[in-house]
């Protein structure tokens, strides 16, 4: 069975995708809200986690 997740499966994975993006010139970042269900599977509390941390200041990597 195919892991779903992607750069929603943990903050680490998304801080990671979102600071490569950073560093080859992209100013802006959209990802799907993520469901229950593939294809757009993975845990909204790790979007929520670095909005947070972007929120209160934190940076990429």
Do not use: N
Request: glycine share 12%; proline share 8%; aromatic share 12%.
């Amino acid at each position: 069975m195919p892991q779903w997740g992607g750069i929603t499966k943990s903050l680490a994975a998304y801080e990671d995708a979102a600071g490569e993006l950073e560093e080859v010139g992209f100013t802006d970042f959209v990802v799907h809200w993520p469901r229950p269900e593939p294809p757009y599977q993975g845990d909204e509390r790790v979007i929520v986690a670095f909005a947070e941390k972007q929120l209160l200041g934190g940076r990429c990597r």
